[in-house]
């Protein structure tokens, strides 16, 4: 029998992939701290997890969490500092990848998290956060956000969090998961990887307002284990963050 699932929660385990054993993680927020606590539970468990409000872990939080300032995320914590303890990290290329989302991407790997004038009017966005910083110092990032036309531009309107550009010596986009499928960034062009289960290469392509490169033959994600999928179901048992709609953002 083949367990149904999520696109959301598919993108969880690949993004729970991503994540060596032993590795600094920058979580953030949403999908990715599942996935962090998703590779803890298997391939893992030696990672560390840092958050932007200071908070470091070396397991996942034993509740749902809605922000990285709720209670369950400062229980058992190896250490609550601040902002810039954790930011110094990042700064003494100590931080192995850092997870970050976007509005709107290039075919380099620019997010765009500032302002928007794709709709025909100038839309303020939530801004940078630590998204810039992360893009800038981790020695990789992985890029999770929605597949939309809207969202993939041949050049966005504000580069927030930076990608690939000439001369850069260290860290830049490795891995880009989206609601269609995984592509890789690390050549400064955007190739998919897999396509999630049911998803073709028109589709990807009419979702994308830029040219990328889907080869022949291109295999289908990985679907989640029963066991990956009832780890997800333990950590979002209401599927805030991993059910249809999302409800988290």
């Known amino acids: 029998m083949i367990a149904t699932y999520t696109r959301r929660e598919l ?22 701290l599942l996935g962090f606590g998703l590779a803890k539970a298997t391939h893992a468990p030696n990672a560390v997890g840092l958050f932007e409000n200071g908070v470091i872990r070396d397991r996942p939080a034993e509740a749902f969490i809605y922000t990285m300032g709720d209670p ?15 930011m110094s990290l990042l700064q003494q290329g100590r931080v192995d990848v850092g997870f970050i989302g976007g509005a709107e991407i290039d075919p380099l790997g620019n997010l765009n998290t ?21 893009a800038s110092l981790a020695g990789r990032t992985v ?18 969090s930076p990608g690939h550009f000439p001369g850069r010596r260290r860290g830049g986009p490795a891995t880009l998961i989206t609601t269609l499928g995984v592509f890789d960034l690390t050549g400064g062009r955007v190739q998919a990887v897999t396509l999630h289960p049911g998803v073709t290469p028109e589709q990807v392509r009419q979702a994308t307002g830029f040219e990328l490169s889907i080869d022949e033959g291109i295999p289908a994600t990985m679907a989640p284990s029963a066991d ?6 333990k950590a979002d048992p209401d599927g805030f963050w991993t059910g249809d709609t999302m409800k988290g953002g």
Not at 12 to 30: K, N, S, Y
Not at 148 to 160: G, I, L, S
């Open 11 to 32: 993108m969880v385990v690949a993004a729970g992939r991503e994540i060596r054993d032993g590795e600094v993680v920058f979580v953030g927020m949403r999908l990715p």
């Open 72 to 86: 369950p995320n400062i229980a058992g914590a190896v250490a609550c500092l601040g902002l810039n303890d954790v």
């Open 114 to 134: 500032t302002r928007t004038s794709g709709s025909g009017s100038l839309v303020r966005l939530p801004g940078s956060g630590g998204g810039g910083d992360i």
């Open 143 to 160: 890029l999770i956000m929605e597949h939309e036309p809207r969202r993939f531009r041949e050049r966005v309107d504000y580069v927030t």
């Open 228 to 233: 990956e999928l009832a780890y997800i179901r």
